[in-house]
């Protein structure tokens, strides 16, 4: 059983060129599945992916209507 790799707020931000700030607005608000480790947040690599494809998917959506 391999275990998945969890991500800073800081790693998502830097990697998605958002500010930490905006990445804990989306965990507060639910898109961005989070969990408490500590003082910080870390996010499951499948849950950043989830997030991105959401994204994407409401993107098209946005444009088509």
Not at 1 to 27: C, D, F, N, P, T
Not at 28 to 53: F, N, P, T
Request: aromatic share 4%; with cysteine.
């Amino acid at each position: 059983m391999g275990l998945e790799k969890l991500h800073s707020v800081k790693e998502v931000a830097e990697a998605w060129g958002y500010s930490e700030k905006v990445i804990r607005q989306l965990i507060k608000v639910g898109q961005l599945k989070a969990v408490k480790v500590g003082k910080g947040y870390r996010i499951k690599d499948s849950d950043v992916k989830a997030c991105l494809e959401l994204a994407v998917v409401d993107g098209v959506h946005d444009e088509e209507v």
